[in-house]
């Protein structure tokens, strides 16, 4: 028999079973570097906090709809059957709809989800909502916020640049020298979204270093880059890679680095932009000396590695993180403008990258394919907001926003519908999110485990995990599409998003239009073959359906010569436009500059951010605060698991604080440390370490939300993190920009309970109101649920 697989967005594993018979994940032999979240010597093991059956919040059952909504997060939960959820459900969603009209639905269903391309929770809730008539939706990411809206105007979508940057395999035979803005960290590279097959960042800075490049990692922490050898790392203040890159085109420019016509053949804009540089403009020079005195960085090693990237074949890289900040349109867009000084695009080995190390899929070689794709359908509401503006919009509907060059109006949310992620985990200044929650008449969440969003939420639907389930895994040049197979039965009632939403559908009515007569097996089938259809031209011997799930995993092609980005555009820019409105990369944008923003303006350029380590701010909160991704989890994924837990300390997360920092505040490593500012405070264990820069500490994020008093237990950075916009351009999420302050903590810290089940009881005769049906309406008896309470 042949072996079976699954696919997660932290790679590709073998079922391998373990000697007490239960099934277990190995490592892909295919896998040069697998990662270490997915693997277990037992599937169970990641049982823990599991939701065995639909639950209710106690006050909702006795109550109706709204009720007691201020004790969202702290109520018991009362078990009922899938016969009364479905119905409450489809109740709740048609009163609504009556009263508010699908523009009062919102669509969560933010976050990574299921890999596999059938029971994808987006796809599955978007579908079912748009078939209802339509909901709330949200545009960009957190991840990717500013990224997503700048790009388009300066060169291109974020998913061609990606899609088409140089791959790895050119940069190991080419690049000389590697300069990066936040490292390449390993750790996300771990994951890609539908799903890593190969792990090939590390190695391939192994091979690089081998061949002898060298690397220059400007970051406030040392670790995000690791190529096996000597990495020139130099501190630098958050925030601040804007003024350093002004910096280095200074010197460039001045000491006769650049060529102008080349510039202005491949570029627009050079010109606004060049007096703004000299200081012509604002009668502020962006000399070395200037860049040094805001980020930190030595004026002469501005200078030298100027002076370096000029001699040398040279790749420019920029973390994703940088745009996770207060006006986080500026790092990308000078860091283009600074290759096109350079003068390396288009060359092997050379240029720049946005996010080499943020997915596994980054700098691959293999050919881009379109996916199988559950279609979502057409979603006839125009009401939208910017992912990461949830709380601004259910604390003010009706509240204008701009974005992108438009003003638009919160819309009034009364219910909320998520599925596949946990705002508890990504959305900033928690506190401000838990007073929001309260505002929604109604929240439905789909989720596997007892999360602090299930917490929060209404009605609790259970739902499968991949490995409880058959599905097709692909991730776009990752360069293998992969037969998911079901490993173990489902947890307690767990049902798949599709079969959750079937029924409710089929409650309203609405069955056909949602399943189109398929079930699972032949909704695999159609996206199989469509796919097979699509990509015949590329995969001419990809096998049939059942021979695929014989297979297993099938091999995907590579490119011939390896990847360069933008080769044709340099080769002849005119045969080969860039999709901007000048068919160049904007260093001036025309139609940026027309918005009339204060905060984003035509051409990139250093603003202060909101707070950072030179601000008066910093007189109170002198540290500032990096909450980076985690290297044991996916964001909050598998936290539960025995690897997340493995990297806490009494189930706190670790923080590290420089040594002279730490020594300062009496701090010494495995302390418990109060880490605070005006917007919140949790607790973590303290890593004392030389291996970040002065003043700068480092949480990463992923701790489920655990806060039954004034202090988050776990280490949640997002009860301390900013909740404003990046710009009046992309409204994107500014997590990196954050000042805090530490100190040991002097009380006896409380046990984490961020794992532990709610509070559960089970109905002995349930028949709640169901809206429309009054002969449903009867007094509700309470029995506890044996083994089920917490």
């Not at 420019?253 to 650049?258: I, L």
């Not at 960085?297 to 001699?311: F, H, K, L, W």
């Not at 990297?647 to 590290?656: F, M, T």
């Amino acid at each position: 028999m042949a072996t079976a697989h699954t696919l997660f967005h932290w790679g590709l594993y073998e079922a391998r079973p373990h000697e007490s018979g239960e099934p277990g994940l190995g490592r892909w032999r295919g896998d040069e570097d697998p990662s270490p979240i997915g693997l277990a010597d037992r599937l169970s093991d990641f049982d823990v906090a599991r939701i065995a059956r639909p639950s209710v919040r106690r006050s909702v059952l006795e109550q109706g709809p709204g009720a007691r909504r201020d004790l969202r997060g702290r109520e018991a939960f009362v078990e009922v059957d899938w016969e009364i959820a479905i119905k409450l459900v489809a109740s709740e969603l048609t009163r609504v709809i009556a009263e508010h009209g699908n523009a009062s639905i919102f669509g969560g269903s933010y976050g990574w989800a299921s890999a596999g391309r059938f029971h994808h929770a987006l796809s599955q809730l978007h579908r079912f909502l748009n078939v209802i008539g339509g909901y709330i939706r949200q545009t960009d990411s957190y991840s990717l916020g500013a990224g997503r809206v700048l790009m388009p105007h300066l060169l291109g979508t974020m998913d061609e640049i990606m899609g088409g940057m140089t791959s790895w395999d050119v940069m190991e035979r080419h690049t000389e020298l590697f300069v990066t803005f936040g490292g390449v960290p390993a750790k996300n590279a771990q994951v890609s979204p539908g799903g890593a097959g190969s792990h090939r960042v590390a190695g391939a800075l192994r091979r690089m270093k081998a061949n002898g490049a060298r690397f220059v990692n400007f970051s406030p922490v040392q670790s995000n880059l690791d190529v096996g050898g000597e990495v020139e790392w130099i501190p630098i203040r958050p925030n601040t890679d804007t003024a350093l890159m002004l910096g280095l085109a200074f010197v460039l420019q001045t000491e006769g680095f650049t060529d102008r016509a080349q510039i202005d053949r491949y570029a627009s804009g050079f010109g606004e932009f060049l007096p703004y540089l000299l200081g012509e403009t604002d009668g502020m020079p962006k000399t070395p000396e200037w860049a040094a005195a805001i980020t930190g960085v030595p004026e002469e090693t501005i200078r030298r590695v100027a002076r370096d990237m000029a001699s040398s074949r040279t790749m420019l890289n920029i973390a994703w993180a940088l745009q996770r900040a207060s006006h986080g349109e500026q790092p990308f867009w000078m860091l283009m403008t600074l290759g096109c000084m350079l003068g390396q695009f288009g060359l092997p080995g050379g240029g720049f990258g946005l996010g080499y190390g943020a997915m596994n899929g980054i700098g691959s070689p293999h050919v881009k394919l379109k996916g199988p794709t559950f279609p979502q359908g057409r979603n006839p509401i125009d009401a939208f907001i910017p992912c990461a503006r949830v709380t601004d919009m259910l604390l003010s509907p009706g509240e204008r926003f701009a974005y992108n060059g438009g003003v638009h109006t919160y819309p009034d949310a009364r219910l909320i519908y998520w599925a596949g992620g946990n705002p508890f985990h990504h959305h900033q200044d928690l506190n401000r999110l838990v007073a929001a929650w309260q505002r929604p008449e109604t929240i439905i969440v789909h989720e596997p485990y007892w999360t602090p969003t299930a917490k929060h939420a209404d009605i609790v639907l259970p739902v499968t995990t991949s490995v409880e389930r058959e599905d097709i895994g692909f991730s776009t040049r990752e360069g293998t599409i992969v037969a998911m197979r079901k490993l173990k039965p489902a947890y307690g009632e767990a049902r798949s998003d599709f079969d959750i939403l079937a029924a409710i559908a089929a409650r309203m009515g609405l069955e056909a239009a949602f399943t189109e007569g398929l079930d699972e097996d032949g909704w695999l089938r159609r996206l199989y073959s469509e796919f097979r259809r699509d990509s015949s031209a590329l995969l001419p011997d990809l096998p049939d359906f059942d021979a695929f799930l014989e297979a297993g995993v099938v091999p995907l092609p590579l490119h011939d010569e390896g990847v360069v980005y933008l080769q044709d555009y340099r080769r002849d820019p005119e045969a080969h436009p860039l999709p901007t409105p000048s068919g160049k990369m904007e260093i001036h944008s025309e139609r940026i500059a027309a918005f009339g923003l204060a905060d984003c303006q035509g051409h990139p350029r250093w603003y202060e951010p909101a707070e950072w380590l030179g601000s008066a701010r910093a007189n109170a909160y002198p540290l500032h605060m990096i909450s980076d991704q985690p290297e044991r989890r996916l964001h909050s994924q598998l936290d539960t698991a025995p690897w997340s837990k493995a990297g806490k300390v009494d189930g706190r997360e670790p923080i590290q604080i420089r040594t002279e920092d730490a020594l300062a505040r009496g701090i010494a490593s495995g302390d418990i440390v109060r880490v605070f500012n005006d917007r919140g405070a949790c607790l973590a264990s303290a890593v004392v370490t030389d291996a970040i820069a002065p003043h700068v500490v480092k949480l990463s994020t992923g701790a489920w939300f655990d806060q039954p008093g004034s202090i988050e237990q776990a280490g949640n950075p997002n009860v301390l993190t900013l909740d404003i916009g990046a710009s009046g351009l992309s409204q994107g999420c500014i997590a990196q920009t954050c000042l805090v302050e530490i100190e040991k903590y002097a009380g006896a810290p409380t046990r984490v309970t961020a794992h532990d089940l709610p509070h559960l009881v089970a109905a002995a005769t349930v028949r709640p109101i169901i809206h429309g049906d009054p002969k449903e309406m009867t007094e509700l008896a309470f029995t506890p649920s044996p083994g089920r309470t917490s």
